[in-house]
T-cell receptor, first 113, second 115 residues
């Protein structure tokens, strides 16, 4: 069965430190991978996606993610965290021929000053 | 540019009352439209999606229904609300044609509290 796992319910990082939000997936075939961010009481915003090509994908607000096919992972990273990065982050995957997204449960990122 | 509007932003309704949440998209034609529910501020559950006027697919059998009376309008309804219908409802769209690489664009959401 297709699935997406975000193993950390919450990640705490000090401002200025690097951050990583983890995502692993299980789909058959080639995956399309996405990261979205949700600020409190708001809709989700697209951050970045991996479709094909370079395994390192750069997105909005200085975020990047690395696609690792052997580990079936797509971790979200940022070299230096800002307090304003505090939000709920969702990983999602779409199998090539299937148009519905499979969502992770979300990871709450807290950046402390 | 394309924009998506949802209303109302917040709604408090008694059990057994009807519901109507509306979503409209501007600046594009023939969008794919989606209704999601987010319970307890976390996981997203796809409720309905539509690839055209009058074409609605339901992902989860429940107390809710959806309609698409116009190309860029998507409505979520209920005849009688249940306590379990409380949650944060999100409308979203993707461009045509359907593609695995399509990015969902979300509205600001509608928070429903059923008392």
């Amino acid at each position: 069965a297709q699935s997406v796992a975000q193993p950390e319910d919450q990640v705490n990082v000090a401002e200025g430190n690097p951050l990583t939000v983890k995502c692993t997936y299980s789909v058959s075939g080639n995956p399309y991978l996405f990261w979205y961010v949700q600020y409190p009481n708001r809709g989700l915003q697209f951050l970045l996606k991996y479709i094909t090509g370079d395994n390192l994908v750069k997105g909005s607000y200085g975020f990047e993610a690395e696609f690792n096919k052997s580990q079936t992972s797509f971790h979200l990273k940022k070299p230096s965290a800002l307090v304003s990065d505090s939000a709920l982050y969702f990983c999602a995957v779409r199998q090539g021929g299937n148009y519905q997204l499979i969502w992770g449960a979300g990871t709450k990122l807290i950046i402390k000053p | 540019s394309q924009t998506i509007h949802q209303w109302p932003a917040t709604l408090v309704q008694p059990v057994g009352s009807p519901l109507s949440l509306e979503c409209t998209v501007e600046g594009t034609s023939n969008p794919n439209l989606y209704w999601y529910r987010q319970a307890a501020g976390r996981g997203l559950q796809l409720l309905f999606y539509s690839v055209g006027i009058g074409q609605i697919s339901s992902e989860v059998p429940q107390n809710l229904s959806a309609s698409r009376p116009q190309d860029r309008q998507f409505i979520l309804s209920s005849k009688k609300l249940l306590l379990s219908d409380s949650g944060f409802y999100l409308c979203a769209w993707t461009p045509r044609p359907l593609s695995g690489a399509n990015v969902l664009t979300f509205g600001a959401g509608s928070r429903l509290t059923v008392l």
